[in-house]
């Protein structure tokens, strides 16, 4: 059981330390290899997925990634920017289903921006497809046209490429509480008509879930007047980023929040769903619960280790009722610890 | 002067009779005449913007909206779906600018779902292209293609689209704040690149404005973790219709919230953010502030009446201080009233 380590950019490299003690910790023979993505990679070799990962990241059961980018790749050629590194190795490795879960732990309730009563007891899982979509279409490009810059991308979905995240959706809502929001702008966008449609000839196979349709601008309105009301939502590559991260946001700590990328077999990249932060990478402040709960994700979807997981996130919510707080979510009556430090209470649970 | 008006459909109808009776007290020899459009117009002519509305906005100075669509009409082929109408008329009369305040009434606070301190005094404008980008964009449809069903968009703005846009904003910015936010996704769409590249170009123009770039996933996320931060922002037709409606939620009271799509000689429709809310429609309870606040920007932006356009708002920001609500920002302690009770206490506080 091969596990590829890419600690990337900014915080990526101390939060993952963090999380691999706690991989080591489990004594599960797993065997990590560590490889370089993004800024780093960029720096060392030139290109942001460099041949040597994508062989480590192709030849491992799982890729386990901190973060990538930084204002210091920002003015690079397209082709040479951090982000690039994490498309290519999505696509590479067709990770088309992105699970993003925005959980309120009732122990930071107090970190959201929003009214307790409005999101006290939050629990959303975000499916979003995430190898196809305007992201990756073609033709797509900046040209001169009647003199002057015209710029252009392409928006498309096949009924597969529906499909294949629809089920994944509806089998995570069957796991959950059997709500699945579907999300799209179909009084606009034939691509996105035609998911609406793909996810209702789905819903017959799945009678056990409820199935409803949302406008995408309505989703982002309903997401901050009653996020409670959702479940499980499924959307595009595009507005599963904008809406997965406005969902994160609800939660107040997007420093606790995990997510999975996995392909048809369960192979996944685990990262965290918040940036590199640049501006305190290097002091050792940042919170490595994120990574290790993205750990926690992979024991149970690509190592279908459901007891490792779930001992993992007992130790996390564990640290939380004892009060260990790093900065990103420190209030004042808490403990406020450094990355390792949070990393020390996290294996002390276990 | 005339001015075009638009009930269409569900409440507008109802909300559309009071802002009209607004208009006819300040007594401005307006010339106003009524058309149809959406679902109204779909039932009449089976056209959703047929020739008689087009002849009659094209030859207004002002077209007032309430708003259009509702499950009616859902399973209508596209082109007869009431939005087709909203979506003709605003290409129809090259309403490129999309100015939509997002502002939080202090008696209605607590309509909010944020905490107070987050949203307090919030007062952002969204200025949203509105007729280019992928709600516009050739080649689009849903084709058979290797013997799948296949669902394609095209994404595209020129450096021109992109300039006249970028200088509405720079110019509604140096009226406020001075800061601008231009949203955008260039890391990975060549189209905002280009979005951002001319942003930046035209910003040595407004060296009293401060322009800023952020990623859409990150405003919708800044938007709920601290909105305040914002004063205007400026983005494409497709992002800005995301982010507008989740503006607009964080005050909690979108039947408060006007619009403007405005031409390059200040001829515009004018429109509540709202829809056209079926559930209520024709029960004489829906809010017709927001349409009253419409015809408010409609005379400051085409009409250039700013006295009167104050005196309106003016008239609105007492019927509040003095305790009135319709049902959608009614909270204990104030005095419930319908949609024409309330078009009555604006007309008293004229
Ligand atoms: C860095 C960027 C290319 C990426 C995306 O847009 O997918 C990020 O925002 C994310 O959501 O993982
Ligand atoms: C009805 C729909 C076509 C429209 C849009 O997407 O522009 C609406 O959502 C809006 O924002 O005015």
């Known amino acids: 059981m091969k596990i590829c380590v890419l600690p990337g950019d900014g915080i990526g490299p101390e939060i993952m330390a963090e999380a691999v003690r706690v991989i ?3 004594d599960l023979k797993f065997e990590l290899e560590e490889g370089l993505l993004g800024g780093a ?28 980018g930084g204002p210091k790749w920002d003015s690079l050629p397209r082709e040479q920017r951090p982000e690039r590194g994490l498309l290519g190795i999505r696509k590479d490795l ?4 992105n699970l993003r879960p925005a959980i309120l732990y009732p122990e930071l309730a107090n970190a959201s921006t929003l ?19 305007i992201y990756f279409g073609q033709p797509r490009g900046i040209e001169n046209r009647n003199g002057e810059r015209y710029g252009f991308n392409t928006m498309h979905y096949t009924e597969s490429e529906i499909r294949r995240i629809g089920r ?10 059997k709500r699945l929001c579907s999300v799209d702008k179909m009084n606009v966008l034939e691509t996105t008509q035609l998911w609406r449609d793909v996810m209702t000839e789905l819903s017959p196979e799945y009678p056990d879930v409820e199935l409803t349709h949302m406008l995408v601008d309505n989703a982002a309105m309903q997401l901050v007047r009653a996020p409670k009301q959702f479940d499980v939502m499924v959307t595009g590559n595009m507005f599963g980023d904008i809406l997965s991260d406005e969902a994160s946001m609800l939660t107040g ?8 990328s996995l392909d048809a077999n369960n192979k996944g990249l685990y990262e965290p769903s918040h940036g590199s932060a640049p501006d305190i990478a290097g002091k050792g402040v940042a919170n490595p619960l994120a990574t290790i709960l993205s750990a926690a994700m992979m024991l149970r979807y ?18 939380l009722a004892q009060g260990y707080r790093t900065g990103d ?9 450094g990355t390792k430090q949070m990393g020390d209470a996290v294996l002390a649970a276990l």
Not at 115 to 129: A, C, N, Q
Not at 168 to 177: C, L
Not at 329 to 337: A, D, F, L, M, N
């Open 41 to 68: 990679a960029v720096d060392a070799t030139g290109d942001p997925y460099p041949e040597a990962t994508r062989k480590l990241a192709r030849e491992a059961d799982a890729v386990l990634l901190g973060a990538v």
């Open 302 to 319: 690509t190592f279908n280790n459901e007891a490792a997981a779930t001992r993992v996130e007992t130790a996390v919510k564990k640290v």
């Open 168 to 177: 994944v959706a509806f089998e995570a809502a069957r796991k959950r509480n």
């Open 115 to 133: 009214k307790p009563e409005v999101v006290s007891g939050l629990d959303i899982l975000i499916v979003r497809e995430l190898t196809g979509d």
């Open 24 to 26: 080591d910790a489990l």
């Open 253 to 260: 700590s997007i420093g606790m929040l995990p997510s999975a």
């Open 329 to 337: 979510i420190y209030e004042p009556g808490t403990t406020k610890v």
């Open 94 to 97: 067709c990770l088309f289903a």
